[in-house]
């Protein structure tokens, strides 16, 4: 089984910072790209950072020189640090991971989503 759990959610006022982390667990042979995804109430689930195993990165423009995203290859983790956080911030965010796993027939790529944590903006 493979899996990924996000931590780090919680309620913060307009202004501050909170990091998320994300750390994947399982038969995972390689880890192609690990990301961040929000939803909003009333609205669809959107990126808001990915980064490759070869280190490109890209960010949504509503989180550009706020938001920073890292990855540690070797603990199969991905952080997000959130600075001036506003309420449009608020959201369930996602952690999701690209890989290879080892299934029953062999290798197979899959896409695994976390459960969610919730961050909220609000004075």
């Known amino acids: 089984q493979v899996q990924v759990v996000e931590s780090g959610g919680g309620l913060v006022q307009p202004g501050g910072s909170l990091r998320l982390s994300c750390a994947a667990s399982?038969?995972?042979?390689?880890?192609?790209?690990m990301g961040w995804y929000r939803q909003a109430p009333g609205k669809e689930r959107e990126s808001v950072a990915t980064?490759?195993?070869?280190?490109?990165?890209k960010y949504a423009d509503t989180v550009k020189g706020r938001f920073i995203i890292s990855r540690d290859e070797a603990k199969k983790t991905v952080t997000l640090q959130m600075n001036g956080l506003k309420p449009e911030d608020t959201a369930v965010y996602y952690c999701?991971?690209?890989?290879?796993?080892?299934?029953?027939?062999?290798?197979?790529?899959?896409?695994?989503w976390g459960q969610g944590t919730l961050v909220t903006v609000s004075s």
């Open positions: 999701n991971a690209g890989a290879v796993v080892i299934g029953s027939r062999g290798t197979e790529y899959v896409e695994v």
């Open positions: 980064i490759t195993t070869g280190g490109s990165i």
């Open positions: 399982g038969s995972i042979l390689r880890i192609n790209v």
